[in-house]
């Protein structure tokens, strides 16, 4: 067992993958000798070499394009975006490019690329440093779309978004960086639950709480709340949004017949519509009270000093519960 | 010079009439040329033509050819055939002298108007019609021939072929001194690719890792309809020393120097002394796509100075005069032109389309639960068309 956080899994987990394939690469800015500006890589460049762990130029765009360059020729690079907010310039290369070589190829030329991001707020930064870009990549064909909770699973996730022959967008809730946890490294790859499959957090049975990132642990800090006064809370960490794992969600509010989808990506044309349509369809005739959605307003990502009126907390998850179960 | 077009205007930074670059016209901007539009041979200082008599005639072939497969899919849009076609007309010396510069294990990112340099890496023009009919996006294996497919998105893959060629060093393929080894990469795109970020990204990434990659821009002067005077104020070529890579102009519209260009920047790139960008100045003689008209952005006068200028004919005078094109060899040729026109009229509309169901194949590498319902829900609507 060791104790990690958050990140020092994701640099353990980029470690053991690059041990376990030696065409898995590295590229980014500042990653190199610097180890990231989140020290997501640290130490990586000195074990492995600039040819494994490649400080690249400042151009996101041109980061992913020659990542994809590379996946042709056969490497399996991993792309550190530095900041959520810093993704926009590659936009075309990830959903038309990356996205799409499979399809376009008839499954003759794949691209396994992983493009690792922080995401999401609660750092108290400035403009363009706490954004939650989800829902783009999640609605674009092509893609998945991963996020890990907690230390443990953001070891063996980042592992598996590298072992697959899919691309994949991988986001780190930022804010949950330095939490600390027991993580059982000995345990081989393959014998890990697959990262498609979501997590019951906390089980419980008066409404069902489904989350993914930075959130979980908020949805987890209600759920304690909620307990204190007799309301037996459910909490599910999706863990990957692309694609989402509907048959544990929907085995969840059967049993529940309440819903609160939460998230700090804007509400309009998010995860929490895609959830509660899909609730509708599959648990129609055992749904309680309509599915509920918090998450973060329909406003650009506000300033850092407001922000906490912006981002979902355990009251806002509780007022959303209570609505549900006085329906 | 006396390359009509490529002379410099007393109006620095502005237009000449057949759209080129004024201003001082420096070594950087000198515009190599072997072969003039008289098809007489032409002495340049830095380049030698490589090339016999059988190579001459080879390419002049190549150029005949692929003049035909253009003609015949302009055509087959016009007869509802074809969903759209970009056509080369006036580019063959470009694609061709390129091409045909590439060894097996080089590979290509290409346009959407690279008919000839796909022809060069064996591709099949009934393949090429497949993406333009609307029944594959990828229609050949890019690894066999070694030439990714079509790129629609302007730039994009320039890129992707930095990338590429970023492999190829890491995996050593690169300064080894073996010919069949040491790989280059080519990204081939047009004047108005210049702008996109991409491309000057593909430059930085390029020249910073050293990347074997010859940039290929074939400068017909029309993006859509925009002149490369809303691309730059300077030359073209002359880009490249800002980002630290040679640039050279060449006659485009002459194979030989197109070829002897090409073959010494892929030379540079596969022995590790890193990326060029070759600037090819030529005319797009036709349309952008089959869907544009040109006539309401150009007023004819240009398609009648360039029409002087055609790539095919100054090699077929060339060969004449030496004796090497006879008229024996030019109705073999025809006749190898006409098969190739007929082999596209039929194979055309014998294209298959591809079944309903296969639009939910390979989005993922194994299967998606969303996918899987939605397949079934076309499933049952196409039987029920059945009974219907």
Redesign the interface.
């Known amino acids: 067992m060791s104790q990690l956080t958050l990140i020092g899994a994701i640099n353990q987990g980029l470690r053991r993958a690059m041990e376990s394939d030696s065409k898995v ?1 590295l590229m980014g800015e500042d990653i190199g000798k610097l180890g990231g500006v989140f020290r997501a890589t640290e130490g990586l460049q000195k074990d492995f070499g600039e ?1 494994r762990v490649i400080d ?2 400042l ?1 996101e ?2 980061i ?12 399996r690079p991993v792309v550190e975006i530095q900041f959520d907010g810093f993704v926009y ?1 590659a936009f ?2 990830i959903v ?2 990356l996205a ?1 070589m ?9 691209l396994p690329i992983t493009i690792r991001m922080p995401y999401g707020g609660g750092i108290g930064s400035v403009e363009h440093h706490s954004e939650s870009p989800e829902a783009y990549f999640a609605s674009t ?2 893609l ?1 779309v991963i996020t890990c909770a907690d230390p443990a699973d953001a070891y063996w996730m980042i592992q598996q978004a590298i072992a ?3 691309p994949v967008i991988f986001l780190e809730p930022k804010r949950r960086y330095y939490q600390k946890a027991e993580i059982d490294t000995r345990a081989e790859l393959a014998d890990v639950p697959t990262m498609y499959k979501a997590r019951v957090a906390l089980e419980g049975s008066d409404c069902t709480v489904i989350s993914y990132g930075p959130t979980v642990a908020t949805s987890l800090q209600a759920a304690r709340m909620a307990a204190e006064d007799g309301v037996s809370l459910e909490v599910i960490d999706l863990r990957s949004l692309s ?2 794992d ?1 048959p544990t969600i929907i085995e969840s509010v059967k049993k529940t017949g309440r819903a609160v989808v939460v998230h700090e990506a804007s509400s309009s044309g998010g995860v929490g519509g895609e959830i509660g349509l899909c609730l509708m369809q599959s648990c129609f005739y055992y749904l309680h009270a309509p599915v509920l959605r918090v998450t973060g307003y329909d406003t650009p990502y506000p300033p850092s000093r407001i922000e906490d009126d912006y981002l979902p907390d355990a009251d806002r998850i509780l007022d959303a519960v209570e609505k549900t179960m006085k329906y | 010079m006396g390359y009509p077009g490529l002379t410099s205007s007393k109006f620095n930074g502005h237009v000449s009439r057949s759209g080129v670059v004024g201003g001082t016209m420096d070594q950087a901007d000198r515009v190599v040329q072997l072969l003039d539009s008289n098809g007489s041979l032409v002495d340049d200082p830095q380049y030698q033509s490589t090339l016999n008599d059988a190579s001459l005639l080879s390419l002049y072939k190549d150029m005949v050819l692929i003049r035909q497969l253009d003609i015949q899919a302009t055509a087959l849009q016009r007869q509802g055939e074809l969903g759209l076609w970009a056509p080369l007309l006036g580019q063959e010396a470009a694609q061709i002298g390129s091409g045909r510069a590439l060894k097996s294990q080089d590979y290509v990112f290409s346009t959407y108007r690279e008919h000839g340099v796909a022809w060069c890496r064996g591709v099949d023009p009934l393949d090429m019609l497949r993406f333009w009919r609307g029944t ?3 229609p050949w ?3 066999l021939h070694r030439i ?2 079509y790129q629609v ?1 302007i730039g ?1 893959h ?11 060093r ?2 050593g393929r690169v300064g080894t001194g073996a010919a069949d080894k040491d790989q280059a ?1 080519v990204a081939y795109f047009g004047d108005g690719a210049m702008s996109e ?2 491309v000057n ?2 430059f ?2 390029a020249t ?1 890792y050293q990347a074997p990659v010859v940039f290929f821009c074939q400068n017909n002067q029309w993006a859509i309809s925009e002149p490369t005077k809303r691309q730059s104020s300077i030359p073209l070529a002359r880009r490249a020393q800002g980002f630290g890579l040679p640039g050279i102009r060449v006659d485009g519209n002459d194979v030989i120097a197109c070829h002897a260009v090409t073959t010494e920047a892929l030379d540079r790139a596969r022995a590790g002394n890193g990326p060029t960008l070759i600037e090819a100045f030529t005319y797009r003689m036709g349309a952008h796509t089959t869907s544009d008209d040109p006539t309401k952005y150009r007023d004819g006068t240009d398609d009648e100075f360039w029409s002087h200028r055609d790539p095919i004919d100054r090699l077929k005078i060339l060969l004449r005069n030496k004796g090497v094109l006879t008229d024996k060899i030019e109705s073999e040729l025809a006749a190898e032109a006409g098969a190739l026109a007929e082999r596209m009229r039929v194979g055309a509309r014998e294209l298959p389309d591809p079944s309903p169901l296969s639009m939910f ?6 299967p ?3 996918l899987d319902e939605q397949r079934r829900d076309v499933e049952a609507i196409l039987a029920q068309g059945q009974v219907g």
């Open positions: 690469l040819d690249t130029p151009a765009s041109g992913v394009g020659t990542a994809i360059g590379l996946a042709l020729y056969g490497y310039p075309d290369q038309v490019q799409r499979r399809y376009r190829s008839a499954g003759a030329l794949y064909p092509g998945r697959s022959d899919d694609p989402l509907l | 594959m996006h990828q294996d890019a690894n990714y497919g998105i994009a320039a890129l992707h072929a930095t990338g590429y060629a970023m492999g190829a890491l995996a990469t970020g991409d990204e593909a930085v990434f910073t194949d390979h989005v993922y590498a194994g998606d639960a969303r």
